[in-house]
């Protein structure tokens, strides 16, 4: 049972008179309950696909097309007042830079109230309680006096944190966390991604976990998505596909996380293509190993390849 | 070749609106780079890592301690003395498009440093831009093109070829793939390595990525907080990390050979909590308040030891402790 | 980087915002430029019997109280006021800029002595300013473009500063400086260049106020001395007779200081809001 579907999603951004294709026909699927990673280096499109769905795309976005539907309703279709409704009651998203998506001149204790406080109607009062709670449920020691802290008193971590308390009391049916923790120190980052997974536990929320660290994925998700250039190379099961990665990018860009077995450091030769020229046939060509014609002229689809595996690739029987 | 010795640096920095707090950068660093050698430089925000580059690099002034290059102290000149030294000893920045003047052709920005090396002309210096875009396998056309037109990878190549400009003995590496993606920072290290053998360069490596580390140096500092934690050969660090925050650092990062045996051994790390700088310090260990084995002796000062030959660390119970990684390196 | 401005600017459809600005201004330089070529009344020879008269077709603005042709005038004046406006701020950018940038590079002292300065002149109203100088060291033309440009280069050294100074400790300023690139050569090679395009964009607009200043200073008598044709001091020899339906020879050099004025600042806020755009 899939609560959001993304089918064919299509986004193209102008910038200066040129055309940057950013999302070239995306496929994906989220579980109820379910945890999807979605990786991928940048310029894949990830970042983008999330904003999609809440539809808060920057400026020169050519409305996307493609259907992004949410428990039955297609969000694509929707005018931009139930949207709204949308964005804060049904899907939540963290972002990267924890400390500026808070207010700087409110404390974090309220900023957290707020929220409770639209979301149930409660008084003043019980709206701060509620933050305390939420807030030593985060982890974050002495939560009473962090209540009236302001977002430039705490560190980066904390901020997050902060951030995951305000997404637990929105009570979203899905959560989006977009690259929470690049920038933060590694002894941090398997903290705010154990919080994260537990807090969608808690709610019963479905996860979309954005991030170019596999690692981060590996501990919060059940389901993986990888991107290149606008298109989604291969989904299904985590571990099915870790296993065996099947497209030739999935395949190198997992190798280059390994260590491997010789003194040269994995990578993937050449640079991803730049995306305002659209090229026929898949966007690996210039970089793979495996290409052969029908890769140049015509572009691979998403296709099962196990119960809970696809891949899109031309040379993936 | 190179030689810190006791080198500390302080900071004043408002905490809050009345409040004025001074943290130790660097405390009393010793370390050597010697000739042709990879020192690997491995800590998280706070430790003091770039302001020892800077330190170096004569872009600050340190307080206390000394650094000499090839015996010679370096630390106390002026900018007129260190001049001569800029083209022995040269960086490498995190961020590639930062490092790079936006008005500037390729070609302006690799002239710049062949200013200090004597004895090339005009024409020269033309003929060695276009060897240096060789020497890092990018096409000689790239010479014209500005900065915003490069990617990420193709930028830090030039940024490399750039501080090799004029021959330099030493570099120093500040988190040079810390910015790019994954499957780049390959490309870039094993650039460093071949550029390394053909040109005898000791490299000062920072980061804080220990798979990178695992790929380019041969010895391993450790820091934490402005101090040196522990240091060793790559193989001891990584098998057997005496101090507790080296074994946090290597149970967070994700190790295996192949994709199949990825995994991340989080939950042997023995610290929690934040990187706490300075808030109640009192002497003893930095790591105390987040050390899983912390007990009444860490509040003492701790000194750095030889544990065992070429192997130093900063922990009185590390013998004591005995860990150990289990993920095969 | 002009290139790239005069580039960018005419490539694209954005070129017609300009155009209002542009209209008014193109024609008037041309007009001013010209001015020398046309058969026109000499623009400083009294006639006393022409005194006062309205306009009429063979005085299209009238005459002034000397019997002057008051549309020779007004377009002798263009070239001037044009001329001293350019030369001020020219000045202004050339003494402001560099004092801006090394107090946002260097810091310390030399910044504080900086800011001191340019506090110091921008307290100082400008009339008095004006007057103390040309009491001190006499009334000329020299002077009072020094004046006005002094007066507006605070503006430039703040401007400057605020670019440099977090540029300071930007990595490609670090790797001018680890390849052994001296202060100097980075304020002139690297931080000034980075500085240009808003001072470009400031340009115009410091010009309207060089223009409204001189022709201030020139109205209460402190800056271009009568005959010269000046807008300012036309208006003021022609305020009093307003009083007695004599409008002309303050009413058309007025109008043309308001349309420079306006034409220049119309411009300065396209080429501003062009480059906040770019930011994206």
Redesign the interface.
Same mark, same amino acid.
């Given at each position: 049972m899939d609560l959001l579907t993304i089918s064919d999603l299509h986004l193209e951004i102008r910038?200066q008179q040129d055309t940057y294709r950013i999302l070239r026909g995306v496929d994906l699927a989220v579980r109820k309950d379910g945890a999807l990673g979605i990786v991928g280096? %940048?310029g894949s499109g990830k970042t983008l696909t999330c904003l999609s769905i809440l539809r808060l795309l920057p400026?020169g976005s050519r409305f996307p097309s493609g259907r992004i539907v949410l428990d039955g309703v297609d969000l694509c279709a929707l005018e931009e007042r139930r949207l709204r409704e949308v964005r804060g009651r049904d899907v939540c998203m963290i972002f990267q830079d924890a400390r500026a998506s808070l207010n700087p001149v409110v404390t974090v204790g309220e900023q957290i109230a707020d929220i409770h406080a639209l979301r149930t109607g409660a008084s003043r009062a019980q709206a701060m309680a509620k933050a305390v709670d939420v807030l030593e449920a985060m982890g974050l020691p002495g939560a009473r006096q962090r209540i009236r802290s302001y977002p430039h008193?705490l %560190?980066g971590?904390?901020c997050q944190r902060v951030l995951i308390a305000m997404a637990l009391v929105s009570r979203p049916r899905l959560l989006i966390a977009d690259e929470v923790t690049t920038g933060l120190?590694?002894?941090?980052?398997?903290q705010v991604i154990d919080l994260i997974r537990s807090v969608a536990a808690d709610l019963g929320a479905s996860l979309i976990v954005v991030s170019?660290?596999?690692?981060v994925v590996?501990?919060a998700c059940s389901d993986i998505a990888v991107m290149y250039c606008g298109m989604v190379l291969e989904q299904g099961n985590l571990e099915t596909v870790?296993?065996?990665?099947l497209s030739p990018y999935s395949?190198?860009?997992?190798?280059?996380?390994?260590?491997? %077995?010789s003194?040269?450091? %994995?990578?993937?030769?050449g640079?991803?293509p730049d995306l305002r020229f659209v090229e026929a046939g898949c966007p690996f060509v210039p970089r793979c190993a495996m290409v052969v014609e029908r890769c140049r002229r015509e572009v691979p689809r998403l296709r099962p390849v196990g119960p809970d595996h696809s891949v899109a690739c031309h040379c993936v029987p | 070749m190179l030689e810190l010795l006791n080198v500390t640096k302080r900071f004043t920095i408002r905490s809050s609106l009345l409040k004025h707090q001074e943290i130790v950068a660097v405390d009393r660093v010793c370390f050597s780079v010697a000739e042709g050698e990879t020192v690997g430089l491995v800590g998280e925000s706070g430790c003091g890592k770039s302001t020892i580059g800077r330190g170096i690099l004569h872009l600050l002034d340190i307080e206390g301690g000394s650094i000499r290059f090839g015996g010679r102290l370096i630390s106390g000149l002026n900018e007129g003395g260190f001049r001569s030294l800029r083209k022995d000893i040269q960086m490498v920045f995190q961020n590639p498009l930062a490092s790079f003047n936006p008005l500037f052709t390729i070609r302006q920005s690799l002239l710049d440093p062949l200013a200090l090396h004597p004895g090339l002309d005009g024409a020269a210096r033309e003929r060695r831009v276009l060897e240096l875009l060789e020497m890092v396998q990018l096409p000689r056309d790239f010479a014209g093109k500005k900065p915003h037109e490069l990617s990420g990878g193709q930028l830090q190549r030039i940024a490399v070829a750039r501080a090799l400009a004029c021959e330099p003995r030493f570099v120093f590496l500040d988190e040079p793939t810390s910015a790019l993606d994954m499957s780049i920072r390959g490309q870039i290290v094993n650039l460093l390595l071949d550029l390394q053998e053909q040109l005898k360069i000791s490299y000062l490596f920072v980061t804080h990525d220990l798979r990178v580390v695992h790929f380019v140096a041969r010895r391993v500092l450790v820091m934490y907080l402005g101090e040196i934690v522990e240091t060793g050969s790559r193989a001891a660090i990584f098998r057997t990390p005496l101090h507790p925050y080296t074994h946090g650092l290597l149970a967070a990062t994700l190790v295996g050979r192949s994709a199949r045996q990825l995994q991340r051994q989080i939950h042997l790390s023995p610290l929690k909590g934040e990187v706490l700088h300075a808030e109640g310090y009192a002497g003893g260990c930095k790591l105390f308040p987040r050390c899983a084995y912390a007990a009444a002796g860490c509040r003492e000062p701790q000194e750095l030891r030889e544990a065992r030959p070429g192997h130093q660390v900063r922990c009185w119970r590390a013998e004591e402790l005995g860990l150990e990684t289990t993920v095969a390196f | 980087m002009l290139a790239t401005l005069v580039r960018r600017l005419s490539a694209r459809r954005k070129f017609w915002r300009f155009l209002p600005g542009l209209v008014i201004l193109v024609p008037l330089i041309i007009v001013a430029l010209v001015t020398p070529l046309l058969p026109l009344e000499d623009p400083v020879l009294p006639h006393p019997a022409q005194r006062n008269k309205a306009p009429s077709p063979e005085h299209v603005f009238g005459t002034d109280t000397y019997g002057m042709d008051v549309f020779s005038r007004v377009l002798h004046a263009a070239r001037l006021d044009f001329l001293l406006t350019l030369l001020c701020v020219v000045l202004a950018v050339a003494i402001g800029a560099p004092l801006g940038a090394a107090a946002g590079y260097f810091g310390g002292w030399l910044e504080n002595v900086t800011e001191r300065l340019v506090e110091i002149v921008q307290s100082f109203p400008i009339m008095l300013f004006a007057m103390m100088i040309q009491i001190a060291v006499g009334r000329s033309v020299t002077n009072l473009i020094i004046v006005i440009g002094v007066y507006i280069a605070p503006f430039y050294a703040k401007l400057v500063r605020s670019i440099v100074k977090p540029l300071r400790d930007v990595e490609f300023i670090q790797a001018a400086r680890v390849t052994g690139q001296s202060s100097v050569q980075i304020l002139l090679r690297h931080l000034l260049p980075n500085s240009i395009p808003p001072i470009i964009s400031q340009f115009t607009l410091s010009a309207a106020v060089a223009i409204r200043t001189l022709s201030g200073l020139s109205f209460l008598g402190l800056g271009v001395q009568t005959p010269t044709p000046e807008w300012g001091s036309m208006i003021q020899t022609g305020a009093g007779w307003m009083v007695f339906g004599k409008w002309w020879p303050s009413v058309f050099p007025g109008l043309a200081l308001f349309l420079v004025v306006w034409g220049l600042t119309r411009i300065s806020e396209e080429i501003e809001s062009m480059y906040t755009l770019r930011e994206e």
């Open positions: 910038r280096e %940048s400026r008193e %560190s971590g904390m120190d590694v002894t941090i980052q398997t170019h660290d596999i690692a590996m501990e870790l296993a065996e990665p395949r190198a860009l997992l190798d280059c996380f390994g260590l491997g %077995s003194p040269r450091m %994995s990578c993937i030769p640079t991803a | - | -």
